[in-house]
């Protein structure tokens, strides 16, 4: 081969290999961005989730239902703990 092609063959072969270090940095820093980016999502749909939740505890305690049922529930859980106390009164 000539001279000129050598140089040519040379200039490509540098230019491939910074073409492709390149590459290989960007694609590990593309990994480390997704791995990021399905931690922000799992957070956002935990406080999704959270929000939902007291969307619907809100709901619960405006509604006349769910007064009822709050009432209901923490009238008959003050009746279990006063058999539980004269039960064990009673042994």
């Known amino acids: 081969m000539e001279t000129p092609a050598w140089i040519l063959v040379f200039i490509l072969s540098i230019t491939l290999f910074i073409f ?39 709901r619960d305690m405006t509604t006349v239902g769910g007064l009822v049922k709050y009432f209901t529930e923490s009238y008959l859980d ?13 042994e």
């Open 78 to 90: 003050k009746a279990e703990k006063r058999k539980a106390k004269k039960s064990k009164k009673g």
């Open 20 to 58: 492709l270090l390149v590459a290989i940095i960007l694609v590990i820093k593309l990994i480390g961005v997704t791995k990021e980016a399905k931690k922000i999502v799992l957070q956002g749909q935990n406080i999704a989730e959270k929000a939902d939740d007291i969307a619907d505890n809100v």
